[in-house]
């Protein structure tokens, strides 16, 4: 239910959903490791995505990124 309401609020203030730029990221896993939410995923290649069912937009995966490539 909180993430159904969190969604809805988010989608009313127009706010994108996250997603990491693979041409930028170098797959340090400091956002994997950033995020308490378990938003980020590993996979199999290594490469990571966000689930943005998940995700809390607390920016702090976008805030640690040494290469800025989450964006939204
Ligand atoms: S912190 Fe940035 S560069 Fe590192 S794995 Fe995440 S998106 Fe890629
Ligand atoms: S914005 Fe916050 S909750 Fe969302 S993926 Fe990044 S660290 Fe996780």
Redesign the pocket.
């Known amino acids: 239910m909180h993430n159904i309401l969190f969604k809805a609020a988010w989608k009313i203030l127009g706010r994108k959903e996250?997603h990491i730029d693979k041409d930028l990221c170098v797959k340090c896993g400091k956002?994997y490791k950033?995020?308490?939410?378990?938003?980020?995923i590993q996979n199999e290649d290594k490469s990571y995505d966000?689930?943005?069912d998940?995700?809390?937009?607390?920016?702090?995966?976008?805030e640690n990124c040494p290469k800025k490539a989450?964006k939204s």
């Open positions: 996250l956002c950033t995020c308490t939410h378990g938003a980020i966000i689930s943005n998940n995700c809390h937009r607390c920016n702090h995966c976008l989450i």
